[in-house]
């Protein structure tokens, strides 16, 4: 079994910046790709952000490229996402996904990580 948590949200104003952790912990014997998500009401899950298992590779959706930077911790399967020049759009649930995708397409959608925290809040307002 493998427990992934984040940790690291909370109200900050637009402008700002916050920094989300990540750690996937358990049955992990090898190193995972690690990516970020995130959701609003009503909204589907979106792609944020991956980082590919050894560090060597980035990702980012649109909307946060030149603003959000994903990085791997020291410790094995544990990653950060630092958010910058944030906006009330960004706010969300924002979720932490360890797996190992079979395909670069699978690297930006939900089906591509089989392990999932239960999801940090991020609230961007005045």
């Known amino acids: 079994q493998v427990h992934v948590v984040e940790s690291g949200g909370g109200l900050v104003q637009p402008g700002g910046s916050l920094r989300l952790s990540c750690a996937a912990s358990?049955?992990?014997?090898?190193?995972?790709?690690m990516a970020w998500f995130r959701q609003t009401p009503g909204k589907e899950r979106e792609f944020v952000a991956t980082?590919?298992?050894?560090?060597?590779?980035?990702q980012y959706a649109d909307s946060v490229k030149g603003r959000f930077t994903i990085s791997r911790g020291d410790a094995k399967n544990t990653a950060s996402l630092q958010m910058n020049s944030l906006t009330p759009e960004d706010s969300a649930v924002y979720y932490c996904a360890a797996g190992r995708p079979w395909s670069e397409t699978d690297t930006q959608t939900e089906a591509g990580y089989n392990y999932w925290g239960q999801g940090t809040q991020v609230t961007v307002s005045p």
């Open positions: 358990g049955r992990t014997f090898s190193s995972f790709d």
């Open positions: 980082v590919n298992w050894s560090g060597a590779t980035t």
